[in-house]
């Protein structure tokens, strides 16, 4: 196992003149390649290091751009801790994070301007770069100048802190070394192997581990290239100019790709070596459906606490009721099994985090024998076959893998003191709201707009159901 730095000075020598990442320009993807990629980030880390960001957490809150992707990697690997959040973030869940750990420096997309702005002045201490504006200056500030740069090689080391999006708590911080994130690299490339050879194409949100670590850092190892999806509207368009051999996708785009099926995009999906889905349950109807139609569809299953992948399906095998095979390198255990082998799902191994950070509390998930308690339930086979069975805990797992805790949405709806009780729940792949209150329509209506204005767009409440104050309204 090789530090990102070591990986990147290999790259540099074995693959520098290949094309590495591809970015559409008008109507034409333009490649940069590895010896390109490679200066851009090194010099742009030589750039943080002048203004003395050496050791510092820096945030990276943007879409997916080239810019974000040499951030990652160069903060990583020569700088600091990167903290990468969701672009759908609202301030109010910036607030909370900057609230947990220490932020040297925010990188914002020119489009989340709304959200950072306020925090300007709460904020003094944190320098505010625009991606847009200001990355092309740090890498000239790194070209032009005669620093010698040194890769960060102790694996133990925290690389990336990862956070829950807290509403009403403070989020939790989730550290990963990068002993953590290239631990499972051997045992995926031993049940999929991907090399040089392989094109990846990429439109998950690459903040989240699942599409950052599998189908973006894993790169640096396997040298294959990758196209970068300039909008979602152009997803399935692309994805059949580019026809990839490697994807990364989600239930709720598994489902599009089903729901917009043409010749030609079936042509495109049965060419690919691996489309791995994960982040939540795969509907067993479409993943027969794809399978069926000869696509090798890989269903995966992972938590951030683990560095992602915990269980991955096997290229060719015939069962296709569990969720994947637990990988090779890790441990499993089902806590207090049912008379069904039903049990929460606990995990140990090296790709797990040592623990959430600044937290000794109830909501610690990590005990004293290294296991991660995923909340999570499901059965194991004597073959190491995962079966999912839901949670432990109440939450909405959604179709694109984002994770709503419906006690944090019912504490901020039940702060009005007219509302007497509340229960959330998952409508069409949305929290909806059931209330018990003597407000009207009207005023219960404002009042949940009011807090969806606190929360990122898919956790918005999309419904609500409303029962007056009566003992045959009380919400069982």
Request: proline share 5%.
């Amino acid at each position: 196992m090789k530090s990102i730095s070591e990986y990147l000075e290999e790259d540099y020598i074995k693959w520098g003149s290949r094309p590495y990442i591809y970015t559409k320009k008008g109507q034409v993807f333009l490649p940069r390649t590895f010896q390109e990629v490679i200066n851009d980030l090194k010099n742009l880390s030589k750039g943080l290091l002048l203004r003395g960001f050496n050791c510092q957490n820096l945030m990276i809150y943007s879409e997916n751009s080239y810019e974000w992707m040499v951030l990652y990697l160069g903060i990583m690997g020569y700088v600091g801790t990167c903290v990468p959040v969701d672009k759908e973030w609202t301030a109010h869940d910036l607030q909370n994070t900057l609230s947990a750990i220490p932020i040297s420096a925010v990188f914002y997309s020119r489009s989340k301007l709304s959200c950072v702005e306020p925090l300007w002045k709460t904020h003094p201490e944190i320098s505010w770069f625009c991606i847009e504006d200001s990355v092309s200056e740090l890498i000239q500030t790194g070209q032009d100048s005669h620093m010698k740069l040194q890769g960060r090689t102790d694996m133990e080391e925290t690389a990336m802190i990862l956070f829950t999006s807290g509403t009403t708590n403070l989020p939790k911080a989730i550290p990963l070394t990068q002993e953590n994130l290239f631990a499972n690299w051997e045992t995926l490339y031993r049940r999929t192997p991907m090399t040089e050879a392989d094109r990846s194409f990429v439109f998950l949100p690459l903040s989240h581990v699942y599409t950052g670590v599998a189908n973006f850092l894993y790169t640096i190892v396997s040298g294959m290239q990758i196209y970068l999806c300039s909008h979602m509207d152009l997803l399935i368009p692309e994805l059949t100019e580019v026809c990839p051999t490697v994807v990364c996708t989600v239930p709720l785009l598994l489902y599009r790709m089903y729901e917009s099926m043409t010749d030609e995009l079936l042509v495109t999906l049965r060419s690919l070596r691996y489309l791995y889905c994960g982040g939540s349950f795969t509907n067993p109807d479409i993943k027969q459906y794809f399978i069926r139609e000869g696509i090798p569809l890989l269903e995966a299953y992972g938590t951030t606490e683990t560095s992602s992948v915990i269980a991955l399906s096997v290229p060719g095998d015939p069962n296709l009721t569990c969720n994947g095979v637990v990988f090779e390198n890790l441990e499993i255990r089902i806590l207090h099994p049912d008379k069904d082998g039903i049990g929460e799902i606990l995990v140990r191994g090296k790709s797990v985090s040592k623990g959430y950070l600044n937290r000794n509390d109830h909501y610690s998930e990590f005990d004293q024998d290294g296991f991660y308690h995923t909340g999570d339930l499901g059965h194991l086979d004597e073959s190491r076959h995962l079966y999912l069975k839901g949670r432990k805990k109440r939450m909405i797992l959604t179709a694109n893998g984002k994770n709503i805790y419906v006690d944090e949405l019912e504490e901020l709806i039940l702060r009005h003191p007219k509302i007497l009780a509340a229960k959330v729940f998952e409508e069409a792949h949305h929290p909806a709201i059931s209330v018990v209150t003597d407000l009207s329509e009207t005023e219960v209506q404002d009042y949940v707009s009011l807090v969806n204005l606190q929360l990122p767009a898919f956790k918005q409440i999309r419904k609500i159901y409303q029962k007056p104050d009566t003992p045959g309204g009380r919400i069982k």
